[in-house]
Structures are given as C-alpha cells and as structure tokens.
C-alpha cells in the first residue's frame, strides 16, 4: 500500500500539520492508515492519546533508525496508507525513509530557509532515487499560507520552484486555527466542535483537497511504475 513521506530538514515546515491532516480525511473517508511518528516531538502520538482518535488509524511511536525500513514495510502491508512524519535532520532514518516512499512530500513556508531545506530535501531524495534504481515521486507543500491573499514571497517561491522544474502542489495549507486545534481537542478534523473552533468547514475543505491531489499524485507514480 502506498508509502507517503513528509520531509524537510528545517523545522517547523509544517510537516506535522500536513502529515496529520492527511492522514486525518484519508481516515474520515473509511480508509485504513497507520503514522510512523518519527518526529523527536512526537506531536502526533500525543494527538493519539487524546480521546476521539478511529479505531481505523494506528500510530507507531517507537521508531528509530534500526527499526524503520521493518516498521515501514509491515505497516504497508497492514494499512491502505502508511504516512510517516520525519524528523528535522537530515538523517540515516529520513535516507532510508524516503528510499521506501512512493510519495514524498516536502512542506515549505514562503521564506529562503524553508526553501533551502527544501532544495536539501530534494538532493537526497535524487540520491536515493538514483541507489533505488527507480523513480521516487515527489513534490513541495507550501504551508501555512494566507486564506485571503498569496504574498509576495509565496508567489516567489512558486515561481522560483516552477523555473526549477521542481513538482508543487496545486493545494497548499492555509494558516487555520483549526490545524492547531485538533491537536489539542483530538478526533478528526471534521469532528471539530464548530462552537469552539472557527472555520471548521474551510479547514476541512482545504484538507480535502490536499488530500485529493496527494491520491492523484500517487496514482500518477503508481502509473509510471507499471509502464516501466
């Protein structure tokens, strides 16, 4: 079953929040997910603990280096989809991570330190393509981005990742005060108290529709594949 990788070595990319969101609608949908939590944080097994969490996703908390490629290929045989949460390091564990991936995603803010992490991400996934002997699909998540208006160093970023030849996603996740939230109430992003959270319905839409180019992105790489 598919193997989806959020990387970038720099921290607070936003890797935590687009992990758990995808993995949160995916769950909605009846699909069956287990998170590898390699993050130090481990915001998301703390996410876990928390009441509301389906029975249809599964959280492995305890991952190293020595453990993951193992972790990694009894979860996909297990679930519909595996989603792994990496650490901010470029790391032994991240290399061998993404070398199993089938989709990597590389959440970026719009500033030159995210996009450079980025750019380091993006080498080591080539590199890994390249010992694999296969194509590795990938692809850069800009984040936190403003629900009114994409600034001016958003669209730079774009661009300069366009010029690059360097994949994008149409989606990006927009700063929600819902994404910080369901870490702290727990259950699924559409579970949300409307009374306590605003903009409930906006969150999930845009989750929705990351969620749905992440399923036409990996279709695509499934597509590659078969042809060669």
């Known amino acids: ?78 679930a519909q989809f595996v989603v792994i949460d990496l650490e901010g390091t470029a790391s032994l564990m991240v290399a061998n991570a993404i070398g199993m991936s089938d989709l990597v995603i590389i959440p970026t803010q719009g500033s030159s330190m995210d996009a ?16 694999a002997r296969r194509d590795i699909s990938h692809a850069v998540l800009l984040t936190r981005t403003s629900a009114a208006v994409a600034s001016r160093a958003i ?31 727990g259950g699924l992003l559409a579970d949300l108290d409307r009374a306590k959270v605003s903009n409930v319905d906006k969150a999930v839409e845009n989750a929705r529709m990351f969620t749905a180019e992440v399923v036409v992105r990996l279709k695509a790489a499934q597509a590659t594949a078969e042809v060669k």
């Open 1 to 78: 079953m598919p193997v989806i990788a959020f990387a970038n070595p720099k921290g607070g990319a936003g890797k935590t929040t687009s992990a758990l969101l995808l993995a949160s609608e995916l769950a909605s949908r009846g699909a069956t997910v287990t998170i590898l939590d390699a993050d130090p944080e481990k915001w998301i097994s703390q996410w876990g603990a928390l009441p509301g969490r389906p029975a249809n996703v599964m959280i492995i908390s305890d991952v190293t280096e020595d453990t993951i490629v193992d972790q990694i290929e009894a979860a996909a045989a297990a």
């Open 116 to 131: 450079k992490g980025a750019a380091k991400t993006i080498r080591l996934i080539r590199n890994q393509a390249r010992m």
């Open 155 to 185: 669209r730079n970023v774009r661009d300069q990742l366009d010029q690059a030849g360097i994949p994008v996603f149409d989606a990006s996740i927009v700063e929600r005060a819902a994404y910080r939230d369901i870490l702290d109430y």
